[in-house]
DNA sequence: CTGAAAGCGCTTACAG
DNA sequence: CTGAAAGCGCTTACAG
């Protein structure tokens, strides 16, 4: 009764038809209701829902935006660098939430830092036509985002800044947060500060190493290059530098990891020298357990979850109607966590 | 020229249609070509291929599903406790890079341990018609798996044993890893080894209480009730809980902690009261860092990213066929890593 | 081997 | 306010 021929079970999945059917209306009617269009008579409403209740309907969302005039999917897409990183992965979760609370969908895939791959995400993604990207651009893939962008996706770029028509960002405030942790190790006597950098193509390695001059620039000292090491890549080649730069002549009394791994990696060199208690070390980004380690590792600490809560914000916000608003650029404000570390004064 | 009137660039983007109309052939040719079916003129082929190339067509696997015979949508979806855990985005990032492999899009969601809301992301995934699902059951989700699995989508259960027709599993030795581990403590002379367990309602905690269990049994030692604490949801109730053991006539001189944030509740009240270097620690999976505590921590290891791929290889294989082989269970082994914890011997 | 037509589950002009 | 028809981009019987 009301359903298919020769089966009355809720399998060969009930359709909008048979929703019409039971209800006694037409196609197009069921359509409206199911989409809370205006303009259908109070009773039909009523028993639109009711057939739809009773015949267990679940609405087809992929192949309503087929035809669809706006063409939404209720999905969105998160381009992550890496979604078993700590930072990617807290990110996922806050937009995961964000979305989820307006029934959307969220992809996600893994880019490893290469515009290779990173194109080919936001290509697949477009294609299964998400409507909107955030994505954590590896840099590169400016060109591909500016398309997509015009041809009418809204994209919010996360962690790097991206100047793009009415592509949004949202960073933390490196600089700032840096200088202020550079400026606690000089206030404390420490006159020779390592710095340990990411790949400077990377904008936030860029903006980090420019907080470290300005806090050296704003008390009157010069930087002494050979302290700095740009450029690393991996938590080993940052106990590597490490290592040589403590065991050089003049070596610094405080080190400042711009990184995550960064910070690991000096934190080893730290202890296989058994420095850890005699040289500062303040990481940027902070790392689970860190209050653990003997000293605890004093950091600049972002939050990932506030990051993806701001991005999905914004980008549901343009989903949802503002298109047309020209790009903003949000910052979200870093902390400081003293754990030790960073509070060891100069030795002598 | 081939393109729709008024517009001859890639947007309002290239249909197969319009493939069609450029190569000279009909639409359900292209359709053969662009899908591989067999027995199309070479000659058809190459002109098919020629003016998709020419034209930057790109197949839209969404649209295509609605009217396929299998209605693939080369998707898959994974079903985790918590995108953010590591031990989640792990699996994530293996069943990720698996999938790719295929070209197959993967879906995931946070059930947050919550039969609720695991019910409700299998519910979305499957009418988002994924061709196969990858779930770390919360539990009490059972009758729908097995529904689904009626319905057709394959299924594979990981991390919890689940015993359901044509759904495989993949879960880790968690007895016998646990009873290896706790071995080493008695082999050591320990005689009084604290347990610290998961909720009981999960199957790991279970098996891992077992093998606590078995190893005493092994070694004709029974065990003392009040050195075992299950039941136990956070790091805070773990160190509460082991504090209270320690503290109490006849402590421990070992604690074997069954999961991740249990062993550092542990730890941190063995680190409050000063007793890191004296009682012995063993923790159940391990965590970023452990190696640069003081003590090392030892741990049973688990290999999240050999469980991913482990499901992702069972379920890829049903979707390409092998739909109809029975049930099947892998199980991948556990590691031990000696760091220091596990190698106190007992007091006095 | 090939193409015109029907249909997947839905939305959207278009008449009424 | 409502429904029959056309159409979203594709696949699949069905004839030829």
């Given at each position: 009764m009301?359903t298919?021929?020769?089966?009355d079970?809720p399998?060969?999945r009930i359709?909008?038809r048979?929703v019409a059917?039971r209800?006694?209306?037409?196609l197009a009617?069921?359509?409206?209701?199911?989409?809370?269009?205006?303009g259908?008579?109070?009773?039909?409403v009523?028993?639109v829902?009711?057939a739809?209740?009773?015949?267990g309907?679940?609405?087809?969302?992929?192949?309503s935006?087929l035809?669809?005039?706006?063409?939404?999917?209720a999905?969105?897409a998160?381009?992550?660098e890496d979604v078993?990183n700590p930072?990617?992965?807290?990110?996922?979760r806050?937009?995961?939430d964000a979305?989820?609370a307006e029934?959307?969908?969220v992809?996600?895939?893994?880019?490893d830092?290469?515009?290779?791959?990173e194109r080919?995400?936001?290509?697949t993604f477009?294609?299964?036509r998400v409507?909107g990207?955030i994505?954590?651009?590896?840099?590169?893939?400016?060109?591909q985002?500016a398309t997509?962008?015009?041809?009418?996706?809204?994209?919010?770029?996360v962690d790097r800044?991206?100047?793009?028509?009415?592509?949004?960002?949202?960073t933390?405030d490196n600089?700032?947060?840096?200088?202020?942790?550079?400026?606690?190790?000089?206030?404390?006597g420490?006159?020779?500060?390592?710095f340990l950098?990411d790949?400077?193509s990377?904008?936030?390695?860029r903006e980090r190493?420019?907080g470290y001059a300005e806090?050296?620039a704003g008390?009157g000292?010069?930087?002494?290059?050979?302290?700095?090491?740009r450029?690393?890549?991996?938590?080993?080649?940052?106990e590597?530098?490490?290592?040589e730069?403590?065991?050089?002549?003049?070596?610094?009394t405080a080190?400042?990891?711009?990184q995550?791994l960064?910070?690991?990696?000096?934190l080893?060199?730290l202890?296989?020298?058994g420095?850890h208690?005699?040289?500062a070390l303040?990481?940027?980004?902070d790392?689970?357990?860190?209050d653990?380690?003997?000293?605890?590792?004093s950091?600049?600490s972002q939050?990932?979850?506030?990051?993806g809560l701001m991005a999905?914000r914004?980008?549901?916000g343009?989903?949802?109607?503002?298109?047309?608003?020209?790009?903003?650029h949000a910052?979200v404000?870093t902390?400081y966590?003293?754990?030790g570390s960073g509070?060891?004064?100069?030795a002598?």
């Open positions: 009301g298919r021929p020769g089966e079970q399998r060969g359709t909008m048979d059917t209800a006694g209306v037409g009617t069921v359509s409206r209701v199911i989409n809370d269009k205006p259908v008579a109070a009773e039909l009523e028993r829902n009711e739809a209740r009773a015949l309907y679940r609405h087809d969302v992929t192949a935006s035809r669809r005039a706006d063409r939404r999917t999905t969105i998160l381009v992550l078993a930072f990617s992965s807290a990110l996922h806050a937009v995961e979305a989820h029934d959307i969908l992809l996600t895939g893994s880019s830092e290469h515009p290779e791959r080919e995400l936001i290509d477009t294609l299964r409507d990207l994505v954590i651009p590896a840099g590169g893939t400016d060109g985002l997509v962008r015009r041809q009418g996706t809204p994209i919010v770029c800044l991206v100047e793009l028509d009415r592509v949004d960002t949202v933390v600089r700032e947060g840096t200088r202020a942790a550079v400026r606690r190790l000089l206030d404390l420490h006159r020779r500060i390592a950098g790949m400077r990377i904008w936030t390695a190493y420019q806090a050296h008390a000292r010069p930087v002494d290059e050979r302290l700095v090491r450029d690393i890549r991996s938590a080993e080649a940052a590597r530098a490490t290592g730069i403590l065991t050089a002549d003049d070596p610094p080190v400042f990891a711009a995550n960064l910070t690991i990696g000096g080893r060199a202890q296989h020298l420095l208690d005699r040289v303040i990481g940027f980004d790392f689970p357990l860190a653990m380690l003997r000293p605890g590792v950091v600049v939050d990932p979850a506030e990051i999905a914004l980008l549901l343009r989903i949802n109607g503002g298109d047309h608003r020209p790009a903003r910052v404000p902390g966590i003293a754990r509070e060891i004064p100069p002598r």
